[in-house]
């Protein structure tokens, strides 16, 4: 089984995701948590091009290409063999986080985006995409206390981003609704662990 976790900066995924993977081990599956851009070498290294603050000129399609290329990496090295093993796969950030940062935030357009990508993928999708989602002023006032200081002016201008890449999920959410589950991220952390938690039980059954 493959599983993707999306949603903005602060909503808690990559927290919530280890204790998630650590309580399925206990129950003796077999999980590998990895996570995009990145995830093995190659694609570590594709990510330091995309998320390099100097790289101020990157063109839009050259950032949506890159983030294809290091998905294509890291679904040939690491994906598809593990789950062939039968392992659970989680992935902490895949598709639809182009859809929504390229396609809706930057403006490329999620059918464009989707193209892009159908190389990497080959038109291969997570069996399931748990979407947690927050208010981008709660999301950018958590990373802000994580780093002991206030929400800044540049915060601010972003949000209007973070609001983009929010609605863009929620509607890829309705897009592609066998596939999503929305977690609501809002809620306290303990909670939130339930809630991924029982949604990935959930789809194992089915
Ligand atoms: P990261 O530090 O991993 O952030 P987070 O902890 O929020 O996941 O950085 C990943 C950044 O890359 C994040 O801002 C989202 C962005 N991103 C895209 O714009 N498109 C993509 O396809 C992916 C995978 C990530």
Do not use: C
Not at 53 to 59: F, G, L, Y
Not at 106 to 118: A, P
Request: proline letters at 3%; aromatic letters at 8%; a neutral charge.
């Amino acid at each position: 089984m493959f599983v993707t976790v999306e949603g903005p900066e602060g909503s808690g995924k990559s927290s919530v995701m280890k204790r998630v993977a650590e309580r399925l081990q206990k129950e003796g599956f077999d999980v590998v948590l990895t996570r995009e851009p990145g995830g093995t070498p190659i694609a570590e290294q594709i990510r330091e091009v995309i998320l390099n603050k100097e790289n101020t000129k990157m063109d839009k399609i050259t950032e949506a290409l890159l983030y294809a290329a290091s998905r294509r990496q890291h679904l040939v090295e690491k994906v598809w063999p593990l789950t062939k093993e039968g392992k659970l796969v989680i992935s902490d950030r895949f598709l639809d986080s182009s859809l929504a940062y390229q396609g809706g935030a930057r403006g490329i357009g999620i059918d464009k985006v989707l193209e892009i990508n159908m190389a990497a993928t080959e038109g291969y999708y997570p069996d399931l995409t748990l979407l947690f989602d927050v208010a981008p002023e709660v999301g950018l006032a958590r990373i802000a206390a994580n780093k002991g200081r206030e929400v800044n002016r540049l915060d601010l201008e972003k949000i209007e981003f973070h609001r983009e890449v929010r609605q863009t999920f929620l509607d890829l959410a309705q897009r592609f609704k066998d596939r999503f589950v929305i977690i609501d991220a809002s809620q306290p952390f303990e909670k939130v662990i339930e809630d991924a938690y029982k949604a990935i039980k959930d789809r194992m059954v089915k």
